[in-house]
């Protein structure tokens, strides 16, 4: 298991290594061709895209140096408003008067 999952590894390190290479010699090609062909000043139409370009375009870079923004909308919360019931002033009421103890004793 240890060995499939390293010969896995490098195989996947490989890959990468020579798509990349293989993209830039692509790039290459086409710089070339352009100073050959530069005397008749023809452009691609727009509709004609290189279909290697795109494939080696994803691969030409492990990460980009921007990212996309992440959506900042407000969250919104309904308040929930809740309202003290509202009771008459009551006197209160007390069982028993409490009185001080004489003054004189």
Do not use: W
Not at 13 to 34: I, P
Not at 86 to 102: E, G, H, K, W, Y
Request: include cysteine; charge should be positive; proline fraction near 9%.
């Amino acid at each position: 298991m240890k060995l499939r999952r390293t010969l896995l590894t490098a195989l996947l390190a490989m890959m990468l290594l020579l798509s990349q290479q293989l993209g830039h010699m692509h790039a290459m090609s086409h710089l070339a061709d352009g100073r050959v062909n530069s005397s008749h000043n023809k452009q691609l139409p727009v509709e004609k895209v290189c279909e290697l370009c795109l494939a080696f375009s994803a691969v030409g870079a492990a990460l980009t140096s921007s990212f996309p923004p992440l959506p900042t909308t407000a969250a919104v919360y309904p308040l929930a408003v809740v309202v003290a019931p509202q009771f008459p002033a009551l006197a209160r009421v007390a069982a028993f008067r409490s009185r001080a103890p004489p003054a004189v004793l």
